[in-house]
């Protein structure tokens, strides 16, 4: 069974201030999405990583995925009260009998104060 | 906007009931998905659906029972349902299962609550 280990789980902040959420796994993934969601609403996908050491910025979001594809972070810069919501990260597998299943971590729940 | 509906946003019904959460995807998907979403757990995979075909059954309970009329449409019926069934329930479509990104697009969720 794959699992993503997705810290923190907790974040609160002040606005203006950066942030790192990170998502590791003991197994390689063939890709790596990032969702946000927010009360009430389904996830949103952010963003989609597939190669190895590959850094992807969505404004003021930094994305990358570890070079040997079983990890992934994402970086807030100068975060806003905008932000504040679920984080989350799920990883794809390209074979065998996972194929097609993304694999989710448990989310991260940011708040951003003003 | 995501281009995924589901219906009914909420839903309250009793441990005797029978109901249907609906999910229509508008972006040409061919693979559509029912996940579980439960307060302090991860998303929990329920059912794959590609080209109308059941592809995936993660060990769910028979009194959730999905049907895939086309690509497009997908249900969960629901009966003698539990209070521990009580959670949002996310309908997603993507591309096919066979796309190398994986990408999913998720619907709004069904909050059902079990009394």
């Known amino acids: 069974t794959q699992l993503l280990e997705q810290s923190p789980q907790f974040l609160s902040i002040q606005e203006g201030e950066n942030l790192t959420v990170y998502c590791n796994s003991s197994s390689v993934f063939s890709s790596l999405q990032w969702y946000r969601q927010e009360p009430g609403e389904g996830p949103v996908l952010l963003v989609t990583?597939?190669?190895?050491?590959e850094v992807k910025k969505l404004k003021r979001l930094t994305f990358q995925f570890g070079d040997a594809r079983k990890d992934s972070s994402l970086h807030i810069t100068a975060a806003q009260p905008g932000d504040t919501g679920l984080y989350l990260c799920?990883?794809?597998?390209?074979?065998?009998?996972?194929?097609?299943?993304?694999?989710f971590g448990q989310g991260t729940i940011l708040t951003v104060h003003p | 906007e995501t281009g995924v509906t589901q219906t009914p946003r909420h839903l309250v019904m009793g441990m005797t009931n029978k109901k249907s959460l609906k999910c229509e995807q508008h972006?040409?998907?061919?693979?559509m998905y029912w996940y579980k979403q439960s307060a302090k757990k991860p998303l929990e995979l329920m059912f794959v659906y590609n080209f109308k075909e059941q592809t995936e059954n993660n060990s769910v309970p028979s009194r959730f029972s999905p049907e895939c009329p086309n690509s497009s449409h997908l249900f969960l019926h629901l009966h003698t349902l539990q209070p521990e069934d009580s959670a949002l329930y996310l309908c997603a479509s993507s591309q096919s299962s066979a796309d190398i990104s994986y990408e999913q697009y998720f619907g709004p969720g069904t909050r059902l609550t079990v009394t």
């Open positions: 990583v597939v190669t190895g050491g």
């Open positions: 799920a990883g794809a597998n390209a074979g065998g009998t996972s194929y097609g299943k993304l694999t």
């Open positions: 972006l040409g998907h061919n693979a």
